[in-house]
Protein backbone atom coordinates (compact mmCIF):
# COMPACT_ATOMS: atom_id res chain seq x y z
CA UNK A 1 0.00 0.00 0.00
CA UNK A 2 1.50 3.53 -0.78
CA UNK A 3 2.34 5.55 2.21
CA UNK A 4 0.68 8.97 2.10
CA UNK A 5 3.27 11.20 4.34
CA UNK A 6 1.40 12.94 7.70
CA UNK A 7 1.04 16.14 8.47
CA UNK A 8 4.36 16.24 10.49
CA UNK A 9 6.44 14.35 7.75
CA UNK A 10 5.28 16.92 5.37
CA UNK A 11 6.31 20.00 7.70
CA UNK A 12 9.22 18.40 8.31
CA UNK A 13 10.31 17.83 4.44
CA UNK A 14 8.95 20.89 3.32
CA UNK A 15 11.20 22.75 6.11
CA UNK A 16 14.48 20.84 4.82
CA UNK A 17 14.00 21.43 1.31
CA UNK A 18 13.15 25.00 2.22
CA UNK A 19 15.96 25.57 4.46
CA UNK A 20 18.65 23.76 1.60
CA UNK A 21 17.11 26.11 -1.21
CA UNK A 22 17.27 29.45 1.53
CA UNK A 23 20.85 28.87 2.44
CA UNK A 24 22.19 27.64 -0.60
CA UNK A 25 20.86 30.92 -2.60
CA UNK A 26 21.64 33.36 0.49
CA UNK A 27 24.48 31.69 1.34
CA UNK A 28 26.07 31.98 -2.35
CA UNK A 29 24.98 35.80 -2.53
CA UNK A 30 26.31 36.60 0.70
CA UNK A 31 30.06 34.74 -0.28
CA UNK A 32 29.76 36.52 -3.60
CA UNK A 33 28.69 40.07 -1.96
CA UNK A 34 29.73 40.37 0.99
CA UNK A 35 33.39 38.41 0.76
CA UNK A 36 34.53 37.69 -2.28
CA UNK A 37 33.47 40.72 -4.39
CA UNK A 38 32.35 43.15 -1.56
CA UNK A 39 35.34 45.31 -2.85
CA UNK A 40 34.83 44.76 -6.56
CA UNK A 41 31.10 45.05 -6.63
CA UNK A 42 31.40 48.28 -4.23
CA UNK A 43 30.36 50.87 -6.68
CA UNK A 44 26.79 49.28 -7.31
CA UNK A 45 26.54 48.70 -3.45
CA UNK A 46 23.05 50.73 -3.47
CA UNK A 47 23.98 51.77 0.37
CA UNK A 48 27.26 52.10 0.84
CA UNK A 49 28.50 49.80 4.01
CA UNK A 50 27.75 46.87 5.45
CA UNK A 51 25.51 45.54 7.74
CA UNK A 52 27.01 44.39 11.27
CA UNK A 53 27.33 40.60 12.24
CA UNK A 54 24.70 41.05 15.42
CA UNK A 55 21.67 41.99 12.75
CA UNK A 56 23.18 39.45 10.33
CA UNK A 57 22.43 37.37 13.14
CA UNK A 58 19.23 38.37 13.54
CA UNK A 59 18.03 38.45 10.22
CA UNK A 60 19.43 34.79 10.08
CA UNK A 61 17.06 33.60 13.13
CA UNK A 62 14.00 35.60 11.96
CA UNK A 63 14.09 33.94 8.83
CA UNK A 64 14.77 30.19 10.47
CA UNK A 65 11.55 30.62 11.98
CA UNK A 66 9.96 31.96 8.69
CA UNK A 67 11.11 28.68 7.75
CA UNK A 68 9.22 26.57 9.70
CA UNK A 69 6.23 28.89 9.65
CA UNK A 70 6.06 28.08 5.48
CA UNK A 71 6.64 24.64 6.29
CA UNK A 72 3.67 24.15 8.66
CA UNK A 73 1.23 26.15 6.30
CA UNK A 74 2.81 24.25 3.53
CA UNK A 75 1.38 21.19 5.22
CA UNK A 76 -1.62 23.06 6.13
CA UNK A 77 -2.39 23.25 2.68
CA UNK A 78 -1.46 20.07 1.63
CA UNK A 79 -4.46 19.47 4.56
CA UNK A 80 -6.81 21.33 3.05
CA UNK A 81 -6.26 19.69 -0.84
CA UNK A 82 -7.05 15.69 1.35
CA UNK A 83 -10.10 17.70 2.40
CA UNK A 84 -11.48 18.51 -1.38
CA UNK A 85 -11.21 22.86 -0.35
CA UNK A 86 -8.40 23.33 -2.88
CA UNK A 87 -7.72 23.14 -6.78
CA UNK A 88 -4.14 21.38 -6.23
CA UNK A 89 -3.55 18.21 -8.48
CA UNK A 90 -1.53 15.82 -8.91
CA UNK A 91 -1.43 14.10 -12.54
CA UNK A 92 0.39 17.35 -15.21
CA UNK A 93 -1.76 15.43 -17.96
CA UNK A 94 -5.00 16.58 -15.89
CA UNK A 95 -4.58 19.92 -16.97
CA UNK A 96 -1.71 19.54 -19.59
CA UNK A 97 1.81 21.50 -19.58
CA UNK A 98 0.35 24.43 -21.50
CA UNK A 99 -1.63 25.47 -18.15
CA UNK A 100 1.53 24.01 -15.86
CA UNK A 101 3.41 26.83 -17.11
CA UNK A 102 0.71 29.23 -17.38
CA UNK A 103 0.10 28.49 -13.62
CA UNK A 104 3.30 29.68 -12.61
CA UNK A 105 3.32 33.07 -14.63
CA UNK A 106 -0.19 33.65 -12.88
CA UNK A 107 1.05 32.11 -9.59
CA UNK A 108 3.84 35.07 -9.52
CA UNK A 109 1.06 37.51 -10.99
CA UNK A 110 -1.36 37.05 -8.34
CA UNK A 111 1.61 37.19 -5.43
CA UNK A 112 2.93 39.94 -6.70
CA UNK A 113 -0.51 41.78 -5.98
CA UNK A 114 -1.03 39.82 -2.62
CA UNK A 115 2.01 41.09 -1.27
CA UNK A 116 1.45 44.76 -2.46
CA UNK A 117 -1.35 45.12 -0.73
CA UNK A 118 -1.08 43.35 2.40
CA UNK A 119 2.35 45.37 2.67
CA UNK A 120 0.85 48.89 2.51
CA UNK A 121 -1.59 47.01 4.83
CA UNK A 122 0.95 46.04 7.44
CA UNK A 123 2.33 49.85 7.25
CA UNK A 124 -0.51 50.65 8.94
CA UNK A 125 -0.03 51.84 12.25
CA UNK A 126 -1.58 49.86 14.18
CA UNK A 127 -0.49 46.52 12.67
CA UNK A 128 2.97 47.94 11.75
CA UNK A 129 4.32 46.71 15.26
CA UNK A 130 2.83 42.79 15.44
CA UNK A 131 3.42 42.44 11.95
CA UNK A 132 5.76 44.37 10.44
CA UNK A 133 8.53 45.19 12.73
CA UNK A 134 11.07 42.90 12.36
CA UNK A 135 11.49 42.84 8.87
CA UNK A 136 12.51 46.89 8.88
CA UNK A 137 14.94 46.32 11.78
CA UNK A 138 16.82 46.00 8.80
CA UNK A 139 18.08 49.21 7.44
CA UNK A 140 20.58 48.40 5.34
CA UNK A 141 19.16 44.59 4.87
CA UNK A 142 21.95 41.77 3.84
CA UNK A 143 20.74 38.69 1.81
CA UNK A 144 19.31 36.87 4.97
CA UNK A 145 17.28 39.43 5.38
CA UNK A 146 14.79 37.92 2.48
CA UNK A 147 13.07 36.00 5.18
CA UNK A 148 13.37 37.91 8.17
CA UNK A 149 10.00 38.42 9.79
CA UNK A 150 7.63 38.34 12.48
CA UNK A 151 5.36 35.25 13.07
CA UNK A 152 2.29 36.69 11.92
CA UNK A 153 3.75 38.80 8.40
CA UNK A 154 5.56 34.91 7.97
CA UNK A 155 1.77 33.41 8.35
CA UNK A 156 0.54 35.96 5.57
CA UNK A 157 3.47 35.94 3.42
CA UNK A 158 2.97 31.86 3.25
CA UNK A 159 -0.96 32.01 2.51
CA UNK A 160 0.47 32.87 -0.96
CA UNK A 161 0.19 28.93 -1.56
CA UNK A 162 -3.32 28.13 -0.17
CA UNK A 163 -4.65 31.24 -2.00
CA UNK A 164 -3.39 29.91 -5.09
CA UNK A 165 -4.33 26.89 -5.06
CA UNK A 166 -7.71 27.54 -4.08
CA UNK A 167 -8.07 30.39 -6.57
CA UNK A 168 -6.79 27.97 -9.72
CA UNK A 169 -6.25 24.76 -10.27
CA UNK A 170 -1.94 24.04 -8.88
CA UNK A 171 0.37 21.44 -9.27
CA UNK A 172 2.55 21.04 -6.67
CA UNK A 173 5.23 21.13 -8.86
CA UNK A 174 4.42 24.15 -10.63
CA UNK A 175 4.84 26.22 -6.89
CA UNK A 176 7.63 24.64 -6.26
CA UNK A 177 9.10 26.31 -9.37
CA UNK A 178 7.11 29.11 -8.41
CA UNK A 179 9.02 29.06 -4.80
CA UNK A 180 12.33 29.26 -6.47
CA UNK A 181 11.39 32.30 -8.32
CA UNK A 182 10.55 33.70 -5.49
CA UNK A 183 13.38 32.62 -3.25
CA UNK A 184 16.02 34.30 -5.98
CA UNK A 185 14.00 36.85 -6.45
CA UNK A 186 13.61 37.71 -2.61
CA UNK A 187 17.38 37.41 -1.93
CA UNK A 188 18.47 39.30 -4.97
CA UNK A 189 15.98 42.12 -3.45
CA UNK A 190 18.17 42.32 -0.59
CA UNK A 191 21.23 41.64 -0.92
CA UNK A 192 22.00 45.74 -1.21
CA UNK A 193 23.68 45.46 -4.80
CA UNK A 194 21.75 46.95 -7.93
CA UNK A 195 22.57 44.73 -11.43
CA UNK A 196 20.58 46.18 -13.36
CA UNK A 197 21.86 48.35 -16.33
CA UNK A 198 21.47 51.91 -16.38
CA UNK A 199 19.35 52.40 -19.01
CA UNK A 200 16.66 50.48 -17.78
CA UNK A 201 15.00 53.28 -16.45
CA UNK A 202 15.15 55.02 -19.47
CA UNK A 203 13.11 51.96 -21.01
CA UNK A 204 9.16 50.49 -20.48
CA UNK A 205 11.47 47.60 -19.05
CA UNK A 206 12.25 50.13 -15.67
CA UNK A 207 7.94 51.06 -15.22
CA UNK A 208 7.46 47.35 -15.33
CA UNK A 209 10.27 45.59 -13.45
CA UNK A 210 10.95 46.11 -9.80
CA UNK A 211 14.70 46.58 -8.79
CA UNK A 212 17.12 46.00 -5.70
CA UNK A 213 17.42 49.64 -5.45
CA UNK A 214 13.14 50.39 -5.07
CA UNK A 215 13.55 47.79 -2.25
CA UNK A 216 16.74 48.44 -0.61
CA UNK A 217 15.61 52.11 -0.45
CA UNK A 218 11.92 50.94 1.17
CA UNK A 219 14.13 49.57 4.12
CA UNK A 220 16.43 52.85 4.43
CA UNK A 221 12.88 55.18 3.99
CA UNK A 222 10.35 52.81 5.47
CA UNK A 223 7.37 54.78 3.13
CA UNK A 224 7.20 54.24 -0.23
CA UNK A 225 8.11 51.26 -2.26
CA UNK A 226 6.07 48.49 -1.42
CA UNK A 227 6.08 46.92 -4.85
CA UNK A 228 7.83 43.03 -4.96
CA UNK A 229 8.72 41.56 -8.45
CA UNK A 230 7.21 44.43 -10.63
CA UNK A 231 6.61 47.96 -10.04
CA UNK A 232 3.34 48.21 -11.99
CA UNK A 233 1.71 48.82 -8.62
CA UNK A 234 3.71 51.33 -7.27
CA UNK A 235 3.03 53.45 -10.19
CA UNK A 236 -0.51 52.97 -10.54
CA UNK A 237 -0.99 53.93 -6.72
CA UNK A 238 1.64 56.42 -7.15
CA UNK A 239 3.46 54.87 -4.13
CA UNK A 240 6.78 54.89 -5.88
CA UNK A 241 9.54 57.34 -3.32
CA UNK A 242 9.72 60.10 -5.30
CA UNK A 243 13.77 59.91 -4.96
CA UNK A 244 13.71 56.46 -6.72
CA UNK A 245 14.41 56.82 -10.58
CA UNK A 246 17.22 59.29 -9.79
CA UNK A 247 18.79 57.07 -7.17
CA UNK A 248 18.77 54.29 -9.50
CA UNK A 249 20.71 56.63 -11.85
CA UNK A 250 22.64 57.51 -9.28
CA UNK A 251 23.86 53.94 -8.23
CA UNK A 252 23.97 52.86 -11.96
CA UNK A 253 26.65 55.78 -12.92
CA UNK A 254 28.67 55.39 -10.17
CA UNK A 255 32.32 54.94 -11.35
CA UNK A 256 34.13 51.44 -10.88
CA UNK A 257 36.91 52.21 -7.88
ZN1 LIG B 1 7.69 47.46 4.60
ZN1 LIG C 1 12.49 43.78 2.56
Do not use: C
Not at 4 to 21: K, M, Q, V, W
Not at 126 to 143: E, G, K, Q, T
Not at 180 to 205: C, K, V
Amino acid sequence: MKHFPNFYEITAGSFIDLAIRYSILAGLAWVLGYVLFKHRWFHRKIIARFPSSPEVRREIGYSIMSLVIFALTGAVTIQFARMGWTQLYWRIGEHGWPWFWLSIGATILLHDTWFYWTHRLVHHRRLFRYFHRVHHLSHNPSPWAAYAFDPAEAVVQASIFPLAAIVMPLHPLAFAIFMGWQITFNILGHAGYEFHPRWLMDSWLGHVLNTPTNHIMHHEKLRGNYGLYFNVWDRLMGTNHKEYEARFREVTSRAKR
